[in-house]
T-cell receptor, first 117, second 112 residues
Framework: DAGVIQSPRHEVTEMGQEVTLRCKPI?????LFWYRQTMMRGLELLIY????????DSGMPEDRFSAKMPNASFSTLKIQPSEPRDSAVYFC???????????????FGPGTRLTVL | GENVEQHPSTLSVQEGDSAVIKCTYS??????FPWYKQELGKRPQLIID?????GEKKDQRIAVTLNKTAKHFSLHITETQPEDSAVYFC???????????FGRGTSLIVHP
């Protein structure tokens, strides 16, 4: 397996533009997570899905952020309109189901470095 | 919700020395404690984890200890090498939850 795949790896855009980040989780993983990483705030969980259903989006900073998972192999994180303070590295991660046991390891993608000018 | 505090934020050691990173958590229902390593410009990757039914786990030069009573856990790296230089994140997950709460990270610098 190629691991978690994210695209694009780098994105530079201007304030006000729409940004769409993409993620392909590891096949067979039931959980998908979107994180944002900045120096100031560290690693923040934005939203996570279980079996394509959003479970907790309390970390989504504003209505400008939205995420979808139309099927088990694809998810998007959209920012519209983008602002300079959205500049960060966005990671997607996936994790397998663990039944009644404790959570399993999260496998992170390579991240998307977003710069909003 | 869970709150994880991690110290120190930066740790500088000489090659061959030991390094210790400490984390505390707030929710006694947490039962899974992973540690991730993130090299510069790379993704976080799991290096070791511990579950609440054990007090210590070791894997070659790294070890993690857990004190459930005090609600703290630590990462120990012995005989540090320059390639150990990275940001290390601790995390805690509450029983039944798939959401890990991450610490702010520790930047470990190993000087050759």
């Amino acid at each position: 397996d190629a691991g978690v795949i994210q695209s694009p790896r780098h994105e530079v855009t201007e304030m006000g533009q729409e940004v769409t980040l993409r993620c392909k989780p590891i096949s067979g993983h039931d959980y998908l997570f979107w994180y944002r990483q900045t120096m100031m705030r560290g690693l923040e969980l934005l939203i996570y899905f279980n079996n394509n259903v959003p479970i907790d989006d309390s970390g989504m900073p504003e209505d400008r952020f939205s995420a979808k998972m139309p099927n088990a192999s694809f998810s998007t994180l959209k920012i519209q309109p983008s602002e300079p303070r959205d500049s960060a590295v966005y990671f997607c991660a996936s994790s397998p189901e663990s039944g009644t046991g404790p959570p399993r390891e999260q496998f992170f993608g390579p991240g998307t470095r977003l710069t909003v000018l | 919700g869970e709150n994880v505090e991690q110290h120190p934020s930066t740790l500088s050691v000489q090659e061959g020395d030991s390094a210790v990173i400490k984390c505390t958590y707030s929710d006694s229902a947490s039962n899974y404690f992973p540690w991730y390593k993130q090299e510069l410009g790379k993704r976080p990757q799991l290096i070791i984890d511990i579950r609440s039914n054990v007090g210590e786990k070791k894997d070659q030069r790294i070890a993690v200890t857990l004190n459930k009573t005090a609600k703290h856990f630590s990462l120990h790296i012995t005989e540090t090498q320059p390639e150990d230089s990275a940001v290390y994140f601790c995390a805690a997950s509450i029983r039944g939850s798939y959401i890990p709460t991450f610490g702010r990270g520790t930047s470990l610098i190993v000087h050759p």
